[in-house]
């Protein structure tokens, strides 16, 4: 990665309205920035959603966005979760075919290890779910590529809120 470039969190409350999504992935790329991962839901109130945005930029590219997000009429609030204490985590399935009983065996191993839940169960395959950090699920991905070869691997995004307490995410 260049100098200064890091990965940024960004929890936007947004109306809740047809467009609204569109608007702010198009400010992305509009200007170039990636977005590394955008998580959107309702929140307590049904006229307000709440989007979780990563992206990866310097600190001056980043004032920008928060910025050009801050002036966009659908946004109600941009709170930088970068240098917060923040409770977040990330929805993964992985797919696993052709299983032999020892593959099997090993990925409830996996399962149990990376606090994953089997959630179906087939002649020679099986589905498991992880609900933790980008960075287990990395992990995870990483170790059953090397060990598996057919598989299916769904990621639904980050989502994050403030700590109560000064927990790390």
Same mark, same amino acid.
């Given at each position: 990665?260049?100098?200064?470039?890091?990965?940024?969190?960004?929890?936007?409350?947004?109306?809740?309205?047809?467009?609204?999504?569109?608007?702010?992935?198009?400010?992305?790329?509009?200007?170039?920035?990636?977005?590394?991962?955008?998580?959107?839901?309702?929140?307590?109130?049904?006229?307000?959603?709440?989007?979780?945005?990563?992206?990866? !930029?310097?600190?001056?590219? #980043?004032? *920008?966005?928060?910025?050009?997000?801050?002036?966009? &009429?659908?946004? %109600? @609030?941009?709170?930088?979760?970068?240098?917060?204490?923040?409770?977040?985590?990330?929805?993964?399935?992985?797919?696993?075919?052709?299983?032999?009983?020892?593959?099997?065996?090993?990925?409830?191993?996996?399962?149990?290890?990376?606090?994953?839940?089997?959630?179906?169960?087939?002649?020679? !395959?099986?589905?498991?779910? #992880?609900? *933790?950090?980008?960075?287990?699920?990395?992990?995870? &991905?990483?170790? %059953? @590529?090397?060990?598996?070869?057919?598989?299916?691997?769904?990621?639904?995004?980050?989502?994050?809120?403030?700590?109560?307490?000064?927990?790390?995410?």
């Amino acid at each position: 990665m260049d100098k200064g470039m890091k990965t940024r969190w960004i929890s936007l409350y947004v109306e809740n309205q047809v467009g609204v999504l569109s608007k702010i992935s198009g400010l992305f790329s509009g200007k170039s920035y990636n977005l590394d991962s955008l998580t959107v839901g309702t929140t307590e109130d049904p006229t307000v959603s709440r989007m979780t945005i990563a992206t990866v !930029s310097d600190d001056e590219t #980043f004032e *920008q966005i928060k910025k050009q997000l801050n002036r966009m &009429v659908e946004v %109600i @609030k941009v709170i930088d979760f970068t240098d917060v204490f923040v409770r977040m985590k990330e929805i993964l399935y992985i797919k696993v075919r052709k299983c032999s009983p020892a593959d099997k065996v090993e990925l409830f191993q996996i399962a149990e290890t990376f606090k994953a839940r089997v959630i179906d169960y087939g002649k020679d !395959s099986l589905l498991l779910e #992880f609900v *933790q950090t980008a960075t287990k699920n990395d992990a995870v &991905v990483k170790l %059953i @590529k090397e060990e598996f070869k057919n598989i299916e691997v769904v990621r639904g995004g980050s989502v994050g809120i403030e700590s109560i307490s000064m927990m790390e995410r």
